[in-house]
């Protein structure tokens, strides 16, 4: 199966979010703000071959532009500055962050036709969250 471009997905379910957010170093406020939103996320191709992805909520809009397999500079939602690497495999995308001043992160995407499952790992705290497609 391959990735799923231009197909819309909210958030339907989240599972640990508070505790990876914790373990990032996220602020209480922040965190009060991350738990109540469901972004709407998409996988899109720009015209210059790179792939974008982005979320979009009340909250905060974020979007990241990158190759496969090139490392790049990357602010994360919540501020962190890291450096990131996004691969595929099959239909997923295996997204980590490295930082100096946080334990690396690993976002593993898995697009579906019917979700698109997010499983966060940070230090020994794994999230899932759960996108449905948006009609």
């Not at 819309?8 to 989240?14: C, G, I, M, R, V």
Request: charged share 30%; aromatic share 6%.
């Amino acid at each position: 199966m391959s990735l799923i471009f231009d197909k819309k997905f909210k958030l339907e379910s989240s599972d640990k979010f508070d505790e990876y957010m914790k373990a990032l170093g996220v602020g209480m406020m922040t965190r009060k703000l991350g738990n109540t939103v469901s972004p709407v996320v998409e996988l899109t191709k720009s015209d210059d071959g790179k792939l974008v992805l982005s979320s979009n909520s009340t909250f905060k809009n974020s979007s990241i532009a990158f190759k496969l397999n090139e490392e790049f500079d990357e602010e994360t939602p919540d501020g962190r500055k890291v450096k990131s690497l996004i691969v595929q495999d099959g239909n997923k995308l295996v997204h980590t962050q490295k930082c100096d001043k946080h334990n690396d992160t690993t976002i593993v995407r898995e697009f579906e036709p019917e979700q698109l499952k997010m499983v966060l790992t940070v230090d020994d705290i794994t999230c899932t969250r759960i996108y449905k497609p948006v009609q």
